[in-house]
C-alpha cells in the first residue's frame, strides 16, 4: 500500500469540513494510505504578499520537508495546492533560495525540490488511475449532467503546477466520467469565480459567480464540483442560481458508497 | 632576410581618434625584419593601395603588414594590389584595429599600447608566411531548387531562361505550394491561381527544368560549384510515365475518407488522388496509409480502371544521383497549429478556423464551392472576429518572437472580400498595431476600414467559448475605449503566425548552412548579400528565409537567381589555398581528423614508407582532399601528433602570434 504525507489546511479543519472528510474516507477505500503530519501549519497562503521573498517560502518548505519520506505530499485545497506546488517549482530552481531557507528553518540540510507534490485530482489520475476508480464505484451519478469547476488557482501557473492545459482541462471532466456520470464543458470552468474580491466589491464578486453559474447551467448541468473552499463560498454565496455546488470530494464519497445519498 | 612593410591606417577618425596611429607606425618600425612603416588616412583609396604598392616594388619587400579594419573587409583588396606589383597576394597580412581596437576602446594610451601587440602580432606571423597559389576547380553547369512553390517555380523559371539546366525537387506529389491553395492576393485582389498555375505549366513545359514532385533531398556532398546530391523519388505506386492524369482512378477509388490537404483537412479526398484540378506534374499518387490494396491486399479497382495501366502497387523509393553546380533552397513556410492556443477553442469548435483554412472555404476549387458557410453547420455566418497575432509576437515558448509579416495584410484582405460578397455580415478585427508597410498596402488596409466598415478593434481576444445555441462568445478588451467586450460571433479566424517548413532543419545540416533561433535560414550579409547562404553555392529564395509576402519571395526568388546564373557562367572558380595538409612522417593514421572534417575532405591511404634501417613498411596516413578542404581547421587541432597543418594559418604561425602578444 502505497502511504502519502496528506496536507489538509486551515479552511478544511473549519469551513470545509466536507472536503477533507470524505478525501480522506475516499482514499482508505481506494486504498491510500494519507498520514497527516503532526503540527501543521499554514501552507503559505497568508504569506504570498509579503515583502521579503524568503518569508513566501518557509511554511510551504516546511510542509514539504514533511513529505519528503513518503510516497509524495497530497494537497486538497485548490489554494494549498498552488502555493506548496508553487514554492516546491521555484526553490529546485533557486539554490540560493534553498540555502536561505535552509538557514532560517536551521535545517541540516537543504531541501532542494525532492518531495513530489500531488493534488487528490492528480492522485486519482496519477497513482490510483481514473480506470481502477472506475471498477470501485458503487453507485455511479448515472444520468447526471455535472459541470466541473476548476476555478483560477487549481491549474495556473501551468508550467510550475503542471497538472492540466490550464485553457482545455480535462481532469475533473475524467473524474466525472469515472465516477459515473456526465461532464458538461462550459465557457467560464475555468474563469475566476471573484475570489477574496468579495470582501470589498460584493457586485463584482457576484457578477463573477453568476456568470460562472449561469454558463454551466446554460449548458444543461445539474450540479457543479470544485476543490477549492473558496470557490464554493462566492459559487453558493453569491450567486442567484439554485444549482447545487459540491466538493469533488463528496461525489467521490457518494459514489464509493462511503456517504449518505443527500445529492437528490 | 625579411623585408617587411608595415601600413598603418587611419580610417578618417574611426581609428585615429582612439589610436595614435603614428606612435603605432613608429612602435612597429622596431620590429624585426620591418624596413618601412607607415600610416595614411585611407590605406584602402586608390592613393593608399598606390602607397603600398610603390612601397613594395621600392623596398623589394618580402612581406605586407596592413594596420586597420576587420580582414573581411579589406583583405582582398590589399592582397589584390599586391598582386598587382609582383608579391603573391599570401604574403599580406592584417592586424584589425579598428573592430576589435579603437571600436570598442575609449582610452587613447590603451588602445594604442593594444593596436601596436596586434601589429606585432602580424608582423610574426608574416615572417612565416610563405607564398600560396589557388588552384582551380571546374563549375558543373547544372542548378538544384530545392521546393516548388513560387519561389522555387520563379528561381527555376529564371535560371533555365538564362539557358542552364535546373531541377526542382518538391516534396508533395505536385508543385504550387502555398500559393496554389490561397484564393486572392493583396493588394490587388486578383486570383492567386490565374497568376500561379501559368507559371507552373510554363516550368513544367520549359526544356531546362527537370521537375522531381514527391521527392525529398536525402544527402548532399561536395561544394560550390560541384555538388553531388542524392534525390529520394518516393513511391507514389503509379508510374508517372504513363499516367494521363484523366482522374477516372481517383472517381472509382472506394476509399474516400481521407483528409484532404490542399483543403487543410475540411474536406476528404479519396486514396489514389491528384491534390487538384491544375496539379503540376498532373499525375495521380496512391497514398500508402489509406489504400486498401497497399493495406490489405484487397482491391484493385484503381488498377482495373486505368486504361493507361499506370498504376504499379510494388513501385518502390527510387534514388537518384546527380552533380549540380548551385543549390537553391526554397523550402517555404507553413502557418502553426493553433493547439497550444485553448482559449480560441480551435481545438474543440470547428466554426474558429485558421486563416488558410477560410482561404479554403472561400475558394470556388474549396469544401463549400466558394459559398462562404460555418463547417458545423454550414449555415451563412453572420458576424465573424478576426483575431491577429495568433502565435506571432509572443514572449513565451508557445509562439514565435517575430512579426510574421503577411497577416496583417491577408486579415485586411479576408475582411474585404466577406464584405464585399456578403454585405449582411459584420466583420470585426483584433489587433496589437496594424502593420501595413508596402506598396499599396496601407491604402488597401484603409479601403478595409473606410469603405468595406470593417471593425477593426484594437486590442486583444482573451475567450472564445462556443455557446449551446451554436454560436460563439468572443470575450476581448477594447484598449482605446477601454471596455470588456462580448462579440455574439458565429465564426472565428485566426490568423496564425508562419514557421518555416519542418524539412528546413535536416536540410541545413545536409548543406552545412546556418539557421537562426527559428529555423530560418540564414544570409550571408543581412544587408549586402540578402540571398546568398554563408556557405559558398548555396542560395536562398522566398519564406526560408525570414516570413515574406508574394512579391517579395517572387523577388527573392529572381534575385537568387540572378546569382546563381552568376555562378554557373563561369566555366571555373578560384579554390581557398588556405586548405589542411597532412605530414604523412608525422601521421599515425589514427583517424581523428576524419571523425572531426565537417566536409568529408579527409581520406586515408595505405603508403609505403623507408625505415631508418632501409627496410619499408606500408603505413596507413590520413591525405585532404583540397577541392573539398574549406579550410576550417578543426583536424589541426584534433590531430593528436599535429600532423595536420593549415595553409596561411599553420601552427608555427599561430604560436608566433601567441608569443608576439604574450612577450
Not at chain 1, 489546511?9 to 482508505?28: H, I, M
Not at chain 1, 449532467?145 to 482541462?169: F, H, T, V
Not at chain 1, 458538461?184 to 457578477?207: F, P, S, W
Not at chain 2, 462562404?372 to 472576429?385: E, M, Q
Request: aromatic residues 8%; negative net charge; charged residues 20%.
Amino acid at each position: 500500500m502505497q502511504t502519502f504525507t496528506y496536507y489538509p489546511g486551515c479552511t478544511l479543519r473549519t469551513k470545509a469540513k466536507d472536503l477533507d472528510t470524505y478525501a480522506r474516507s475516499s482514499a482508505e477505500a481506494l486504498g491510500i494510505a494519507l498520514v497527516e503530519p503532526e503540527n501543521w501549519q499554514c501552507c503559505g497562503g497568508a504569506y504570498t504578499t509579503a515583502t521579503n521573498e524568503v518569508a513566501t517560502k518557509l511554511s510551504a518548505v516546511r510542509t514539504l520537508i514533511a513529505g519528503k519520506d513518503t510516497d509524495g505530499l497530497v494537497t486538497v485545497c485548490s489554494a494549498c495546492h498552488n502555493v506548496i506546488k508553487q514554492t516546491n517549482y521555484d526553490i529546485a530552481r533557486n539554490e540560493s533560495m534553498q540555502n536561505k531557507v535552509k538557514q532560517y528553518l536551521e535545517l541540516d540540510e537543504a531541501y532542494t525540490g525532492e518531495t513530489t507534490v500531488y493534488h487528490y485530482l492528480e492522485l486519482l489520475r496519477d497513482v490510483v488511475g481514473f480506470d481502477t476508480l472506475e471498477s470501485k464505484v458503487v453507485k455511479p451519478f448515472k444520468g447526471k449532467k455535472i459541470a466541473a469547476y476548476y476555478g483560477c488557482l487549481l491549474l495556473r501557473p501551468s508550467k510550475a503546477l503542471a497538472m492540466d492545459n490550464p485553457e482545455n482541462p480535462t481532469i475533473m471532466e475524467d473524474f466525472i466520467k469515472a465516477i459515473g456520470g456526465t461532464p458538461v464543458i462550459y465557457a467560464q470552468r475555468n474563469e475566476c469565480c471573484g475570489g477574496y474580491i468579495t470582501m470589498e466589491d460584493k457586485a463584482q464578486a457576484l457578477k463573477r459567480s453568476n456568470a460562472v453559474m449561469e454558463s454551466a447551467e446554460n449548458m444543461g448541468a445539474d450540479m457543479i464540483i470544485t476543490a477549492c473552499p473558496l470557490c464554493l463560498y462566492n459559487l453558493k454565496k453569491n450567486s442567484c442560481s439554485e444549482m447545487p455546488v459540491y466538493y469533488f470530494t463528496e461525489l467521490l464519497a457518494e459514489a464509493l458508497g462511503l456517504k449518505e445519498n443527500d445529492n437528490e | 632576410m625579411q623585408r617587411i612593410g608595415v601600413f598603418v591606417c587611419h580610417c578618417g577618425t574611426n581609428i585615429a581618434a582612439t589610436v595614435d596611429v603614428k606612435a603605432v607606425a613608429e612602435a612597429l618600425s622596431h620590429e624585426p625584419g620591418v624596413v618601412i612603416s607607415q600610416d595614411y588616412q585611407y590605406m584602402c583609396s586608390e592613393s593608399g593601395q598606390d602607397l603600398v604598392k610603390n612601397a613594395i616594388k621600392e623596398n623589394n619587400l618580402t612581406g605586407v603588414v596592413i594596420c586597420s579594419c576587420s580582414p573581411r573587409m579589406h583583405e582582398n583588396t590589399f592582397r589584390k594590389a599586391a598582386a598587382s606589383v609582383g608579391l603573391n597576394p599570401y604574403l599580406v597580412e592584417i592586424a584589425n584595429i579598428r573592430e576589435q581596437c579603437s571600436w570598442i576602446h575609449k582610452d587613447i594610451a590603451s588602445a594604442t599600447e593594444k593596436a601596436i601587440i596586434l601589429g606585432k602580432a602580424a608582423v610574426a606571423k608574416v615572417h612565416l608566411n610563405t607564398p600560396l597559389t589557388a588552384g582551380e576547380s571546374p563549375v558543373v553547369k547544372r542548378a538544384l531548387v530545392i521546393g516548388g512553390g513560387i519561389a522555387g517555380i520563379q528561381t527555376a523559371l529564371d535560371i533555365a531562361e538564362a539557358g542552364f539546366d535546373v531541377d526542382i525537387v518538391e516534396k508533395e506529389p505536385t508543385i504550387g505550394g502555398k500559393m496554389a491553395q490561397i484564393d486572392k492576393t493583396f493588394p490587388t485582389l486578383d486570383c492567386a491561381a490565374c497568376i500561379l498555375t501559368p507559371k507552373m505549366v510554363e516550368a513544367a513545359q520549359n526544356e531546362h527544368i527537370t521537375i522531381h514532385s514527391f521527392s525529398e533531398v536525402t544527402d548532399v556532398k561536395g561544394f560550390v560549384g560541384n555538388f553531388t546530391v542524392t534525390v529520394k523519388k518516393k513511391a507514389r505506386f503509379v508510374d508517372e510515365t504513363k499516367c494521363t492524369g484523366c482522374g477516372l482512378c481517383t472517381e472509382k477509388c472506394p476509399m474516400k475518407k481521407v483528409p484532404n490537404e490542399f483543403n487543410m483537412g475540411l474536406d476528404n479526398r479519396t486514396a489514389v488522388y491528384i491534390p487538384f484540378a491544375q496539379a503540376v506534374p498532373k499525375v495521380a499518387t496512391i497514398d500508402p496509409n489509406y489504400c486498401l490494396m497497399l493495406k490489405n491486399g484487397k482491391c484493385g479497382v484503381c488498377s482495373k480502371v486505368c486504361s493507361a495501366g499506370a498504376i504499379d502497387y510494388k513501385q518502390t523509393d527510387k534514388f537518384i544521383e546527380q552533380k549540380y553546380g548551385a543549390i537553391v533552397v526554397a523550402t517555404g513556410f507553413n502557418p502553426i497549429k493553433p493547439d497550444k492556443y485553448d482559449e480560441f477553442a480551435y481545438s474543440y469548435c470547428p466554426d474558429v478556423v485558421t486563416s488558410l483554412e477560410l482561404e479554403r472555404l472561400m475558394n470556388a476549387a474549396g469544401p463549400n464551392g466558394g459559398t462562404l458557410l460555418r463547417p458545423s453547420d454550414k449555415t451563412h455566418p453572420h458576424t465573424i472576429v478576426f483575431v491577429q497575432c495568433v502565435g506571432s509576437r509572443c514572449d513565451d515558448e508557445k509562439g514565435k518572437p517575430y512579426c510574421s509579416k503577411i497577416c496583417c495584410m491577408y486579415t485586411a484582405k479576408h475582411a474585404m472580400l466577406i464584405r464585399e460578397k456578403y454585405p449582411d455580415t459584420e466583420v470585426y478585427v483584433f489587433y496589437i498595431d496594424v502593420r501595413t508597410p508596402g506598396k499599396n498596402f496601407d491604402e488597401f488596409y484603409r479601403r478595409a476600414v473606410e469603405q468595406y466598415n470593417v471593425h477593426y478593434i484594437k486590442g486583444m481576444v482573451g475567450k472564445v467559448s462556443p455557446k449551446a445555441d451554436g454560436k460563439i462568445d468572443v470575450q476581448a478588451s477594447d484598449l482605446l475605449s477601454n471596455e470588456q467586450l462580448h462579440i455574439n460571433a458565429d465564426m472565428v479566424v485566426l490568423a496564425t503566425a508562419i514557421e518555416p517548413d519542418k524539412t528546413a532543419r535536416p536540410l541545413a545540416t545536409m548543406l552545412t548552412t546556418q539557421m537562426d533561433t527559428n529555423d530560418f535560414f540564414t544570409e550571408a550579409h543581412p544587408k549586402l548579400r540578402p540571398v546568398e547562404s554563408a556557405t559558398a553555392g548555396i542560395f536562398l529564395s522566398g519564406a526560408c528565409q525570414g516570413p515574406k509576402d508574394i512579391p517579395e519571395t517572387v523577388a527573392q526568388a529572381s534575385a537568387a537567381a540572378a546569382k546563381a546564373i552568376g555562378l554557373l557562367c563561369k566555366n571555373s572558380i578560384t579554390c581557398n589555398p588556405c586548405v589542411a595538409h597532412s605530414d604523412e612522417l608525422m601521421c599515425n593514421g589514427c583517424s581523428s581528423c576524419e571523425k572531426v572534417c565537417p566536409y568529408g575532405a579527409i581520406t586515408y591511404q595505405d603508403k609505403e614508407f623507408r625505415m631508418p634501417d632501409r627496410t619499408t613498411a606500408i603505413r596507413r596516413v590520413a591525405s585532404v582532399n583540397p577541392a573539398v578542404c574549406q579550410g576550417c581547421g578543426a583536424c589541426t587541432v584534433a590531430c593528436p601528433s599535429g600532423a595536420m597543418d593549415l595553409n596561411g594559418f599553420s601552427n608555427s604561425q599561430i604560436m608566433a602570434e601567441v608569443d608576439a602578444i604574450c612577450k
